[in-house]
């Protein structure tokens, strides 16, 4: 047996002790997906660079080290959780640690009736309708071995509901933090966020921890974008560097809908994201933007899909890899515009920086077109720091360190400008600063 | 203030300076001319320290330090000012950002105090007055989508900021209609002074109608052939260049 099939064989071992910490949950209703998704699991195989979507990554170390699911709750304090608060932002704090909801650390505030923000564990076992209608929907893991992962061990996670008309006004701070030592935890949050027609909100799914062992998130999150909803999202990973991350966002869009993204990806020594949108009626609206930094040996890998399958809708896509000593970065962008699909306007942009000799990107945008009446555009730059620029700065006396964090910031300011929450925005760019030890010159 | 000493310069090879010898001192402005190619720019873009251009022989004595040693970052907190004949646009980068840093950068290294916004922007509407800049160019990227004019405009209003002691103006007069000439040329007059020194290269006798040279010297295939008094340029702006070919031939006999 190969190493490959054995990892594997350890998980299928674990899910019995998984089943029996289940308890009556096990009778739930999404209990038939639970035990689909696991035969899935056990027929697919793990995924090596000769699978086309795995071209560039290999998840050799991954399958290192056998993982351990999390099953056990484990509380935190209330300072424990502060430091990763965004100053200035009145939010709606959800906890969610090790892949458990914290009843005790989530703060909701100026909730309005009719919103739902709860932990996924309780929607199933009051087997709420919600879970039945959408759960396991979107996110198809007939044919990703990660996702049937998620699925076959679903246990808790976030449910957001809006039900129609409701608008959040303060944003909803989702942190994931993991809290392990070396126990090689596989953390396994299953998130579903519902908005109905004519609802609002912002939601932000932050990935931290707080201990730097080496543990394993394999999170899928399933969103839906109801008519007429404005959904405005944001990924902010920032594992430990010895840390995996899988994560999964599928994302369906009704009639007029509107959904921006934004994934700032920091940490982690393997991150593989997926973005999966499909316009499902007209007139909808997807942005998805990001940002990468790498550096050390991390590998940094997104892939994302918009499917144009109606017509009159428009997609954004723009992703800036910063990339530094021997990391690597891949971007694979789709965008596929389905028969029915006239007046699509679809613009995809990949734009790479790599400030070392041996840091690599590799960047796929690609455009499908089967429809005649549509605007497209796709393109992808890898490049250096501009040394025509680099010696304007220094003839002006700013010293190399600083002017190369000036223009390392430049570079990333239009991803970061288009982060409609300002503390948000602020933090992100206060990471660049310290990182890059720019010297404070803002106006 | 500066003295250049036998210097030589290539780029991937090729020889571009040939031996310049030139000595500037304060509050003296120098007009170095010559036609295309003669390595004019390559001389001002050795002096800020363009790490591009390889000094094979000869030395630069600035203010008693040798130049050749210093970054280019360094050269500029120590009071060069290079204004670039073609500014480079520098996208995301806002020019109060870029301007703010260096002269933080450079009063820094002279041991004073950072300024304050209030300082700054106070500072920003003067000289923006005095090179008759649209302030709000200020905000946007540094030169991106300026026109000709207007990136000229902002080396000399960049200069006014920083105040440098020794300023090396590249053809900021090529491509200027004669309003904004006059523009350039009064941002330099305004900073001239006794503790100052200013090196104008041009290939036109044109802007030293408005910026009066103590000193003209001709640059001709790497090496200067001719120097002399303001009077220097209008025999050139008469004559072009050919005549200096000439001398230049006649110089190189007698050297034999």
Not at chain 1, 283 to 311: M, R
Not at chain 2, 64 to 75: I, Q, S, T, V, Y
């Amino acid at each position: 047996m190969n190493h490959s099939s054995e990892i594997k064989n350890w998980y299928l071992k674990n899910y019995e002790l998984f089943e029996n910490s289940l308890n009556g949950d096990r009778f739930s209703s999404i209990n038939g997906l639970r035990k689909e998704a696991l035969n899935k699991f056990s027929d697919l195989s793990f995924p090596t660079v000769k699978d086309e979507e795995w071209k560039y990554t290999s998840i050799a170390p991954l399958l290192e080290h056998n993982f351990v699911p999390s099953l056990n709750k484990k509380t935190l304090t209330k300072d424990q959780i502060e430091n990763f608060l965004f100053d200035d932002l009145e939010s709606n704090v959800v906890v969610v640690i090790n892949g458990h909801f914290s009843e005790e650390l989530t703060s909701l505030n100026k909730i309005p009736k009719g919103v739902e923000i709860s932990s996924f564990a309780k929607a199933i076992s009051s087997n709420s309708p919600l879970v039945k209608k959408h759960f396991s929907k979107y996110a198809d893991f007939s044919k990703h071995i990660f996702t049937s992962l998620s699925t076959a061990f679903t246990r808790d996670g976030v449910l957001i509901h809006i039900s129609e008309g409701k608008i959040i006004e303060r944003p909803i701070h989702i942190l994931f933090i993991t809290s392990s030592e070396n126990e090689k935890l596989l953390i396994q949050p299953r998130n579903l966020f519902v908005a109905e027609k004519n609802t609002q909100a912002t939601i932000i799914e932050h990935f931290v921890n707080i201990n730097s062992g080496v543990y394993f998130t394999n999170t899928v999150t399933e969103i839906v974008v109801g008519e007429n909803a404005i959904i405005d999202h944001l990924r902010l990973q920032e594992e430990n560097k010895s840390a995996f991350h899988i994560g999964r966002i599928d994302i369906d869009l009704e009639r007029t809908s509107n959904f921006t993204s934004h994934f700032i990806s920091l940490g982690a020594s393997l991150t593989r994201n997926d973005f999966n949108a499909r316009f499902n009626d007209e007139g909808g609206e997807c942005t998805l933007n990001g940002l990468f930094l790498t550096e050390g040996n991390q590998h940094f890998d997104v892939h994302t899909l918009i499917d144009h399958a109606k017509p009159h809708c428009n997609s954004h896509e723009h992703y800036k890899g910063i990339l530094d000593d021997n990391s690597r970065g891949v971007f694979n962008g789709k965008v596929i515009v389905q028969p029915d699909a006239q007046k699509t306007n679809a613009f995809q942009e990949n734009n790479n920086i790599i400030l070392s000799k041996e840091a690599l990107v590799n960047t796929k945008p690609q455009l499908e077109i089967f429809a005649d009446d549509v605007k497209c555009s796709h393109g992808a730059t890898i490049g250096q720091l501009d040394n025509d620029a680099m010696f304007y700065l220094k003839s002006r006396g700013i010293g190399e360190e600083a002017a190369r964090a000036i223009l390392i910031h430049a570079f990333a300011s239009d991803v970061i400008k288009s982060v409609k929450v300002i503390p948000v925005r602020n933090y992100i760019e206060e990471i660049l600063a310290d990182k890059f030890n720019q010297p404070e010159a803002r106006i | 203030m500066l003295e250049i000493k036998n210097l030589h310069a290539s780029i991937d090879g090729k020889k571009i300076l040939k031996g310049i010898n030139l000595k500037i001192n304060a509050g003296e402005i120098h007009a170095i001319m010559g036609p295309n190619g003669s390595g004019k720019s390559t001389l001002a873009q050795v002096l800020a320290g363009r790490e591009e251009y390889e000094v094979t022989k000869g030395e630069i004595i600035y203010e008693g330090k040798n130049l050749l040693e210093m970054a280019p970052e360094d050269r500029a907190r120590e009071g060069i000012f290079l204004a670039f004949q073609y500014p480079v646009e520098i996208p995301g980068v806002s020019s109060t950002n870029l301007l703010k840093t260096a002269l933080n950068e450079i009063r820094k290294h002279r041991g004073l105090e950072q300024v304050d916004a209030m300082e700054f922007l106070s500072l920003i509407k003067e000289k923006t007055k005095l090179v008759e800049l649209d302030q709000q160019l200020l905000s946007r990227s540094v030169n991106e989508g300026f026109s000709g004019g207007e990136k000229k405009r902002n080396e000399i209003f960049q200069m006014a900021v920083l105040e440098p002691k020794l300023a090396i103006l590249d053809e900021t007069d090529s491509g200027l209609d004669i309003d904004a000439l006059r523009i350039v040329a009064k941002g330099v007059n305004t900073l001239k002074s006794k503790e100052k020194a200013v090196i104008v290269v041009t290939h036109y006798q044109r802007l030293l109608d408005y910026i009066i040279p103590d000193f003209v010297h001709v640059l001709y295939n790497g090496k200067i052939v001719k120097s002399g008094g303001k009077e220097l340029a209008f025999e050139l702006e008469e004559k072009g260049y050919d005549w200096i070919k000439e001398v230049k031939v006649v110089q190189v006999h007698e050297q034999v």
